[in-house]
């Protein structure tokens, strides 16, 4: 973080024109500011809360991420994946095997999650941007990719085919920092670190030329490649980031839970509670899937909470439902452009 | 010295020959109108020249290349801008943005995208909307916008479609010294017009499509005394109104 803000800071002072930006430069810093209070507030809630809610924090931050992630390829340049569950599943099983099988660290484990993830984003995305596949032809073969990576999975006697793939049970002489497995307060601040993390790296791409052309890109993509976009570059400079980001959010699954299922992973399921954070949150917003997760998962325990103790099935789902429907129906472009409004903290050019 | 030689363009849709067999050439640091009545064919030669269709016949050439079959972002970066005549504004940036993203060709430092971005919207009469959403704009300022972001990519070939369309006389007066000091800069300009006032007053050339055919090319006051293009295009229009 520390490391972001001073070269944010320095940018607008270089830049701009006399009367341009000057909106931009306070609304900027305002954002930083946001964004670090919230980060020190989050490092602190430890001192406050049960092991329970910080189970539930740390699957806000696990969803927070994937957020971010799907949000760079969808909010900002504008490419509809719904198979990112491809991506997790890979990044997790990935993240797994390499512990378990071969004793190789997740600190190496997580880094190859993200190359493969960013490798097959490449690999779906030159497939379809190649042969100009868009919108929902695009997002169809997204899908049809994680579906077929479940399919392999789930007849893959090296990973355990259905019956799942398990992580070891902690020993006593476990090292949390070696394995980068521990207890509830350890996950937390991987997580809370490992979003900050992601975050960061999203808010310097959004912010920078790349940003700029992804942005066109998801606007009017003839409009962009004759403004010189290279548009065929950029889709899959997104898909690969997006695509990586994502594997690694699938490795601490794995590692949180210590146990692995085709289908928790790879299923069609995984691929819509992704993107519920970042729709519900504010769409191509940098803070919009954080928001979304605060919103999201905390719904999803309470609602499974009164479902399981009315014994209605599905009654979290019928909530999600209907809070997709409300977001849709009072603040269309997500609750985080709405809700920063009113905090002054939007501008139109860095939503 | 010829920047645009255009041979014996076509192209057919489906049974429809919407380019027929058009050879013109542009020169450098000229302004050269395209005109013709609806449908004669001219935005077709644009997309055609701009990369955004490919011909089914005929060859391209820009500052003696080939250029038939390259994608558009490639001709862009070659030096050839083009606008569109349905206006493509990208809505989800603010005004000033929409015209960095052009600029980033060839300044791809932000801070210098961003100053020509400035500088460009200034001289066009948008400097103090540069801020505003671009989906908050009129169609009048959306035609600016798009010119502006054209000519933020520093093309040496600019290619306007019915820019001035819809435009008040002041407005189609400012875009037009715009035109002409980037043409003073160097710049060849190639554009589509409907607004004889202004093919008259700044066109060293004029082309005339008909029916997909180049009826006549010649300098501007040929072409209004040419009986064929008064017959077909200057006299019919006048009759109408």
């Given at each position: 973080m520390s490391s972001v803000l001073p070269r944010d800071a320095r940018r607008p002072a270089s830049g701009?024109?006399?009367?341009?930006s000057r909106g931009f430069r306070a609304t900027s810093m305002r954002q930083w500011g946001a964004a670090v209070a919230f980060v020190l507030v989050m490092l602190l809630v430890p001192l406050v809360a049960s092991t329970f809610h910080l189970s539930v924090l740390t699957l806000i931050f696990l969803f927070a991420f994937v957020g971010v992630a799907w949000n760079l390829m969808m909010g900002f340049a504008g490419q509809l994946s719904l198979g990112h569950a491809l991506y997790f599943g890979a990044g997790a099983y990935l993240v797994a095997i390499l512990a378990e099988r071969y004793g190789i660290t997740p600190w190496l484990g997580l880094p190859l999650s993200f190359a493969l993830g960013a490798a097959l984003g490449c690999i779906v995305g030159a497939l379809g941007f190649r042969f100009a596949v868009r919108g929902v032809y695009f997002a169809l073969l997204t899908i049809a990719f994680a579906e077929f990576a479940r399919i392999v999975f789930e007849h893959w006697g090296f990973v355990g085919r259905t019956g799942g793939f398990f992580l070891k049970a902690l020993g006593p002489d476990n090292v949390p920092l070696l394995s980068l497995r521990g207890d509830s307060l350890f996950f937390y601040y991987a997580l809370l670190m490992s979003l900050v993390g992601a975050w960061a790296l999203a808010a310097l791409l959004v912010r920078s030329p790349i940003g700029y052309r992804w942005r066109a890109l998801r606007d009017d993509e003839d409009a962009a490649r004759a403004l010189g976009v290279r548009a065929f570059r950029m889709k899959l400079l997104v898909a690969a980031v997006s695509g990586g980001l994502t594997a690694i959010a699938g490795g601490w699954f794995g590692l949180i839970g210590g146990s692995l299922f085709p289908d928790s992973v790879f299923g069609m399921r995984i691929s819509i509670e992704m993107i519920l954070a970042p729709v519900i949150g504010g769409m191509?917003?940098?803070f919009g899937p954080i928001l979304g997760a605060f919103l999201v998962i905390p719904l999803n325990e309470v609602s499974r909470d009164l479902a399981q103790s009315l014994g209605i099935n599905g009654l979290n789902l019928l909530l999600y439902g209907v809070l997709l429907m409300a977001v849709i129906i009072v603040a269309p472009g997500g609750c985080w452009p709405w809700l920063a409004r009113r905090l002054r903290l939007s501008d139109a050019g860095n939503r | 010295m010829t920047i645009l030689e255009v041979r014996n363009l076509t192209k057919r849709f489906a049974g429809l020959v919407a380019v027929d067999d058009v050879s013109f050439d542009v020169e450098k640091g000229s302004i050269t109108a395209l005109i013709g009545p609806n449908g004669a064919g001219k935005t077709t030669a644009f997309h055609l020249i701009a990369g955004a269709l490919t011909p089914s016949e005929g060859s391209i050439r820009f500052e003696g290349r080939?250029?038939?079959?390259?994608?558009p972002e490639e001709l862009c970066s070659m030096g050839i801008a083009r606008t569109f005549q349905i206006v493509r504004p990208l809505l989800g940036m603010t005004v000033l943005e929409n015209v960095m993203v052009g600029a980033l060709n060839r300044a791809p430092k932000l801070a210098e995208a961003r100053a020509v971005a400035a500088d460009l919207l200034h001289r066009i009469g948008l400097g103090a909307k540069a801020d505003a959403p671009a989906s908050t704009l009129t169609l009048p300022d959306r035609k600016l916008l798009e010119t502006a972001k054209a000519l933020a990519t520093r093309p040496r070939l600019l290619m306007l479609d019915e820019v001035m369309a819809g435009l008040r006389p002041s407005e189609a007066d400012r875009v037009t010294a715009v035109l002409h000091s980037f043409r003073d800069d160097g710049v060849t300009i190639l554009l589509i017009e409907h607004v004889m006032r202004v093919v008259m007053a700044i066109a060293q050339k004029v082309v005339v499509l008909h029916h997909g055919k180049a009826l006549a090319q010649g300098a501007p006051a040929a072409i209004a005394a040419d009986p064929r293009v008064i017959e077909s295009y200057l006299g019919r229009k006048a009759e109408r109104r």
């Open positions: 701009g024109g006399p009367a341009v191509g917003t940098l | 080939e250029i038939v079959g390259r994608t």
